[in-house]
């Protein structure tokens, strides 16, 4: 079973945000084109009067193997070969749920969006990884570290060097 890297992308919007479905669509291109899969999407917002909506969009396929892997991996960590079982066992049960989220880790992020703002939670596998990640390991290599550089960061280092 071939399971790509998983990031955790957290999104923030103000109060002038507009939602016209361009990221969904966007994101859908992604999915349709086996680029990434969106395991869970999370939409959390708070209105002007502090009323809270939340949205929760779940892969229940992906959940239930992303929790089985992730499970056996921590299984294996703790007990070894007998714990990898019990844990991937274990995970996939509450991947097939369907909810990353309970209801207090939702109003945990509710509680720290202003109001009059929302947060977005994607959880999302990157297909386009494992061919890379299996040559790579295949030529016996192995990743020593992993870090993104958005373009924020690339402009704090222009202006780091002109001090």
């Known amino acids: 079973m071939a ?5 955790v992308l957290v ?3 103000g109060p002038d945000a507009e939602f016209k479905g361009e990221a969904l ?3 859908r291109k ?3 084109n086996n680029i990434v899969r969106v395991i869970d999407l999370l939409f959390v917002t708070k209105d002007e009067s502090g009323e809270v909506g939340v949205i929760e969009l779940t892969d229940v396929e992906g959940m239930t193997e992303f929790g089985a892997i992730a499970g056996a991996l921590m299984g294996f960590g703790a007990a070894g070969e007998d714990g990898m079982v019990a844990g991937a066992l274990a995970g996939a049960e509450i991947g ?10 939702v109003w945990y992020i509710a509680d ?3 109001v009059g703002m929302s947060a977005a939670i994607a959880v999302l596998e990157h297909h386009w990884a494992i061919p890379l990640r299996n040559a790579i390991m295949r030529a016996g290599g192995v990743a020593l ?5 958005h ?11 002109a001090q």
């Open 145 to 149: 570290a992993d870090e993104w550089i």
């Open 30 to 32: 992604l999915r349709e």
């Open 151 to 161: 373009p924020q960061d690339l402009i704090a280092l222009g202006i780091d060097a």
């Open 3 to 7: 399971f790509g890297p998983v990031q």
């Open 11 to 13: 999104l923030g919007f």
């Open 112 to 114: 720290s969006i202003p």
């Open 96 to 105: 097939a749920e369907g909810k990353m989220y309970d209801d207090a880790e």
């Open 25 to 27: 669509a966007e994101l």
